[in-house]
């Protein structure tokens, strides 16, 4: 019954490591979503991708690239970890533009 | 671009008193205001929303307030329990079709409540 899943939960990597966290959702929703949550709780979006388009795409490093292979997948790959990319990811997926519901988060740490 | 105010950064009230938390936003094209909550480990959960063409909305113990004039708008929250106990969110978004804002949400920095029994 699981509306918005991430894999991994939990991801501890080096510097210098690519790395890529999925997303899927069973909502049939058209919009989903990347955001960050720093460590003081700050949540910011990424990106935003509508059927498979991409929509929002905030002022990120060219590191992070977006993938959304189909409307209820959006996977998100990071080149050249650094330390700074530690957080919180959350997918989110909505009908644009209304309600977004939010995946249980993936915490990266980058060591 | 909106930027999204939000006070307090804590909060902390008796079982059974009242929370108030309250944000701002800056972008008059907002017009969808949701609320969530974050657990500890877990993913925000929307506990209210409200559209900028209602100014007030209710559901049980939870009442949010929109003043579009003023740009702002709050949760309320009654009879507390300890298990409302959380981080609190609001954002503000909506934009224009087509736009690039279109389904943005933007955050406030949220509000720590603690209900102690």
């Known amino acids: 019954d699981t509306a918005v899943s991430q894999t991994p939960k939990y991801l501890v990597t080096q510097m210098g490591n690519d790395k890529s966290i999925k997303c899927e959702q069973n909502?049939?929703?058209?919009?989903m979503y990347w955001y960050k949550q720093d460590s003081k709780k700050f949540l910011k979006i990424m990106f935003s991708?509508?059927?498979?388009?991409?929509?929002i795409n905030e002022t990120v490093p060219n590191r992070f690239s977006p993938k959304s292979p189909d409307k209820a997948h959006l996977n998100l790959h990071i080149n050249s970890l650094e330390l700074g990319d530690s957080a919180v990811y959350f997918c989110?997926?909505?009908?644009?533009?209304?309600?977004?519901?939010f995946g249980p988060g993936t915490r990266l740490t980058v060591l | 671009g909106e930027n999204v105010e939000q006070h307090p950064s804590t909060l902390s009230v008796q079982e059974g008193d009242s929370a108030v938390i309250k944000c701002t936003y800056s972008d008059s094209a907002s017009n969808y205001f949701p609320w969530y909550k974050q657990e500890l480990g877990k993913g925000p959960q929307l506990i209210i929303d409200?559209?900028?063409?209602?100014g007030e909305k209710k559901d049980q113990r939870i009442a949010v307030t929109l003043n579009k004039t003023a740009k702002h708008f709050s949760l309320h929250i009654t009879e507390t329990q300890p298990e409302d106990s959380a981080v609190y969110f609001c954002?503000?978004?909506?934009?224009?079709?087509?736009?690039?804002?279109?389904?943005?949400?933007?955050f406030g920095q949220g509000t720590i409540l603690t209900v102690h029994p």
């Open positions: 989110a997926s909505s009908f644009s533009p209304d309600t977004q519901y």
């Open positions: 409200i559209r900028s063409n209602v």
């Open positions: 909502l049939g929703h058209d919009t």
């Open positions: 954002a503000a978004g909506g934009g224009n079709a087509g736009g690039t804002s279109y389904g943005k949400l933007t």
């Open positions: 991708y509508n059927n498979k388009e991409l929509i």
